[in-house]
């Protein structure tokens, strides 16, 4: 399915989440205030799925004039680690996004979260369950299945009270007992079958360290932690819709002196060729099918970041694809439109070629150098002009000459004349070959009369060409990518995600010559090299570039085959429309 805008996705100003708040303001509710916030596990790296909550909630505070914290729910030791806190961090910002009140953490909770848990004893609707997990799961039963009762459900308070407190000291060990709010075994929402609230876990904790010997899971600790930071719009997605009536019952059966969140659900991010997945992620980079979590390859913001995607076009994007009521997938295409369409505005014209092929103009002066004046960005007057040195020996691209063109070739071959950008009309003569009959160098006449790429005569040619000057050219390494997934849906129907793994998603050329001006781009700079896509420095080392995407924009392609298909009574194809595109024009 395709993510265009619906009756409840309506672009940025018209969804039905905004439409919810514009209605509890103008009753009243939560006096008027707009209070949100981005809760992510400090157990990964954010992806591009996370791009659109972080949106939605900081954009809605912007917009109702409210505030959005960012709280890291940190209540599993085993996962999290504070490098994923700062990774976090830097890429909010590089989103362009600023918690309100700094940065918060559930484990500053962690005793008024315990202090809750006992007043839950205390009443009666809470428990201590010494029954081992895997049991406490079959128990619960299913979808049409009855719930099994714990044999420990109707303990004493006061020997819950008692059993609760030895736990928090460390008088078992892991494992040996759980703590389990005690609601409805019954009940036809799996949640609210007795759900767990504490276990016993002697894993020293990023923050806290080795200060608590039992955690809380996420369900017991989200809806409080939303309750002591004033959250008046607890946003989700809709995976946790079935959590909502959990998150309420912890709510209401506490004297809380905090006003009660409300959690609204709305659908996640799908996007074809991309699996949302942090377990599928940590296997390609655990076995090695990328190098790291940053590779360009990945669906990761700091993977993006590294591929060159500008954060302003990730955010146009996910504005673009707007909230829904309903999961739906948009087609990869459409990210990479915006990223093309932004690149296409802001980034710098060079020339590069990724696999050289000799020129050598016979008519040129021996030893003799000159340059010629070429436009830095087409799209911004104001980004002026650049001097590339030219000569007698150029590096064209292999594909630019056809020693024996078929039919509608226009570019070099024998006899015929192109334009070398912002240079000269060239014509070939005649070439050089190897054993092999494949052509080392092509030898070139020049027109000096075409200086610029006009002629006195007024001349027209089919084919304008980018080119090196060989004398000056620069040698680099360029990455160039196709997708990761070869599958519009990897994991579809139950199977593997990794099956559909694209063994040739990146292709490395080494021997990449480029115009001088390239030597001096800065760490993590997008230029586009021309008539071939647009390429970032990378950060680490400027000296590698990838590519960011192509120039092709299959998106606009995309589009003109539906208003095709609709004209034709076709309608859309659904999933078999999203295509995988080829190499060349995916970036």
């Known amino acids: 399915m395709s993510a265009e805008p619906t009756d409840d996705t309506a672009g940025s100003s018209g969804d039905f989440i905004r439409a919810k708040i514009a209605d509890d303001n103008a009753t009243g509710k939560f006096g008027g205030r707009v209070h949100t916030r981005f809760p992510p596990e400090p157990n990964g790296y954010l992806h591009i799925g996370h791009a659109k909550a972080i949106n939605l909630n900081f954009s809605l505070a912007d917009e109702f004039d409210g505030r959005c914290n960012l709280r890291f729910d940190d209540t599993n030791p085993e996962t999290e680690d504070q490098a994923y806190v700062d990774a976090i961090c830097e890429d909010l910002a590089w989103l362009g996004y600023k918690p309100d009140g700094g940065v918060l953490f559930a484990s500053d909770y962690f005793e008024q979260l315990y202090q809750w848990a006992e007043d839950l004893v205390n009443k009666g609707l809470a428990y201590v369950d010494d029954q081992d997990p895997d049991t406490i799961s079959a128990q619960r039963g299913g979808f049409g299945r009855p719930g099994i009762e714990s044999p420990y459900r109707d ?39 007795d759900p767990i609230m504490y276990r016993i876990k002697r894993a020293t904790h990023y923050r806290t360290g080795d200060d608590w010997l039992i955690y809380p899971t996420y369900d017991w600790a989200h809806g409080q932690s939303d309750a002591i930071e004033g959250i008046t719009h607890s946003l989700c997605t809709l995976e946790f819709s079935d959590h909502r009536s959990l998150y309420d019952w912890f709510l209401e059966h506490l004297d809380l002196p905090y006003e009660r969140p409300e959690q609204t659900e709305y659908a996640r991010l799908g996007l074809t060729h991309t699996p ?68 296409n505005r802001t980034a710098l014209r060079r020339m590069a070629v990724l696999r050289p092929l000799k020129v050598i103009i016979t008519n040129w002066p021996e030893g003799e150098e000159a340059t010629v004046e070429a436009i830095n960005n087409p799209e911004d007057p104001g980004d002026g002009t650049r001097m590339v040195p030219f000569g007698r020996e150029l590096w064209i691209e292999q594909d630019d000459f056809m020693l024996e063109p078929p039919p509608k070739y226009y570019r070099l071959s024998p006899g015929r004349e192109v334009r070398l950008r912002a240079g000269y009309y060239i014509t070939a003569t005649h070439v050089d070959t190897d054993a092999e009959g494949n052509v080392t160098c092509v030898y070139c006449t020049y027109d000096p009369e075409s200086e610029g790429g006009s002629t006195p005569d007024g001349r027209k040619v089919k084919a304008t060409m980018h080119w090196v000057a060989a004398d000056h050219a620069i040698t680099r390494t360029v990455h160039l990518y196709d997708r990761l997934f070869t599958e519009p849906f990897p994991g579809e129907g139950g199977a593997d995600p990794l099956a559909s793994l694209n063994p040739e998603s990146r292709e490395t050329v080494t021997d990449a010559k480029l115009e001088p001006a390239l030597a001096h781009v800065a760490p993590g700079q997008v230029v586009q090299f021309e008539r071939l896509g647009y390429f970032a ?51």
């Open 155 to 193: 303990r004493p308070i006061d020997e819950n009270q008692r059993l609760f407190r030895a736990m928090r000291a460390g008088e078992f060990p892991d494992g040996a007992k759980v703590l389990r709010a005690r609601i409805d075994m019954q009940n036809e929402n799996m949640q609210l079958r």
């Open 537 to 587: 420095a990378d950060l680490d080392d400027p000296t590698v570039f990838h590519r960011t995407v192509g120039l092709r924009d299959e998106w606009a392609n995309i589009q003109k085959r539906r208003a095709r298909e609709s004209s034709q009574g076709g309608g859309s194809k659904g999933k078999g429309s999203t295509g995988k595109g080829s190499r060349n024009n995916n970036g």
């Open 276 to 343: 949302m997945s942090k377990r599928v992620f940590l296997r390609l980079v655990e076995t090695g099918r990328v190098d790291g979590w940053d590779d360009p390859r990945m669906p990761t913001l700091r993977g993006l970041r590294r591929r060159g995607y500008p954060p302003t076009a990730i955010r146009a994007f996910v504005e673009r694809v707007g909230i829904a009521r309903t999961n739906a997938t948009s087609e990869i295409e459409l990210l990479e439109s915006f990223v093309r369409s932004e690149l």
